[in-house]
């Protein structure tokens, strides 16, 4: 088995105008090889591909204020401003939907049971990509 070797590697601050791709290779130049796998936040990625929304601009619904009280206290849906970013793209009623269908499989710990719901209704399933963690 091959060594696992973890390299941190400093950047300036990226913005929607970088290119991920060009900015590791500009940081990690030659220490990165064809046989590297680079690992990078996901809320650096989001930032790159503009997909971040900054507080002051979201509107947070009484929706997404009741919702967020039935996630676990850790992670970035258990507040207002990552579910309402959650509600932006998948859409309200897809994630009240998913939620209220996957409460009763929660309570059986059928774990990942409201991810699951929310990715039945066919069409993209996308992922949050650091949305909630570039708010």
Known sequence: ????KILPVPTRILTD?????DAI??????????DDLVCCAESVVAVTQGRFV???ELHISGMAKFLCRFIPDYGSLATPHGMQSL???E?????????????????RRQKGAV??????????????DGHDAAV
């Open 1 to 4: 088995m091959a060594e696992l």
């Open 17 to 21: 105008a970088d290119d991920i791709v």
């Open 25 to 34: 290779e500009y940081y990690a130049g030659a220490q990165v090889t064809a």
């Open 54 to 56: 900054r507080p002051e």
């Open 87 to 89: 509600m932006d793209v």
């Open 91 to 107: 859409g309200k009623w897809r994630v009240t939907a998913a939620l209220f269908r996957g409460i009763p499989r929660q309570a």
């Open 115 to 128: 991810l699951s719901m929310g990715r039945q209704g066919g069409g993209s399933h996308r992922r949050r």
